[in-house]
């Protein structure tokens, strides 16, 4: 089993991602970790569990990398973040569409945001050119590590960015981004067939990370 970029990164990609205090490697490994857990998922259990494993995996693996490295995770509603420990930075996760990591397509949201982080999303409306700004550092910009995972053929294929939004009211998808740093695909296989229904929920995957 191997996981693989399908295409090369580049400089701009890891010099955007220095600039919020990341790295790649802190994202694909909290991406493994979520696809690894979706192989715990008992094949009779609800129907949204191996996506719920995934999720709860990636928050905590991305969490634990970054806050061995001084960032503070933020529990505040339960919104499951982390925080830089000193730029005007938050970062948390998020399931795509189809055009996660694709320059110019129509990103949004699976799912509705609830009080917390439409809350949160409201100080990403300054221009990008101010984030770290002394006098705007009271407010904090939101990312996320958007991903979506689909099967293509026997391989599971990742689609991923770093993605700020734009202030999105509660109950509503988010579709306006300020900022996107699209990144190629994380590709894992080969897989074992699924069973059930098509679909990034219904992926059954065991992994082991070589480095």
């Not at 580049?10 to 010099?15: L, N, P, R, S, V």
């Not at 998922?41 to 969490?63: E, F, M, Q, S, Y």
């Not at 998020?94 to 949004?108: I, M, S, V």
């Not at 981004?177 to 992926?203: C, H, K, M, N, Q």
């Amino acid at each position: 089993m191997q996981m693989s970029n399908a295409a090369e990164l580049t400089a701009d990609h890891h010099a955007r991602l220095a600039e919020l205090g990341l790295r790649v490697d802190h994202l694909d490994e909290a991406i493994w970790a979520g696809v690894d857990a979706r192989a715990s998922a008992p094949p009779l259990g609800p129907t949204n569990g191996a996506g719920l494993l995934d999720w709860i995996h990636r928050v905590g693996k991305l969490r634990e990398i970054l806050v061995d490295e001084g960032w503070t995770r933020v529990d505040k509603w339960n919104a499951g973040l982390v925080q830089h420990p000193t730029k005007p930075v938050v970062l948390g996760t998020l399931q795509g569409n189809r055009h996660t990591g694709t320059d110019g397509a129509p990103l949004r949201s699976d799912y509705a945001k609830g009080p917390a982080i439409a809350a949160m999303m409201r100080g990403n409306d300054r221009d990008q050119f101010t984030l770290f700004d002394s006098l705007h550092t009271h407010e904090q910009k939101l990312w996320f590590l958007v991903t979506y995972p689909h099967q293509r053929g026997d391989r599971l294929v990742v689609l991923r960015e770093v993605a700020q939004p734009e202030p999105t009211p509660q109950g509503q998808v988010v579709d306006r981004w300020a900022s996107r740093i699209t990144l190629p695909p994380l590709v894992f296989g080969p897989l074992p067939t699924p069973r059930g229904a098509d679909g990034p929920d219904d992926v059954e995957v065991s992994v082991t990370l070589k480095r």
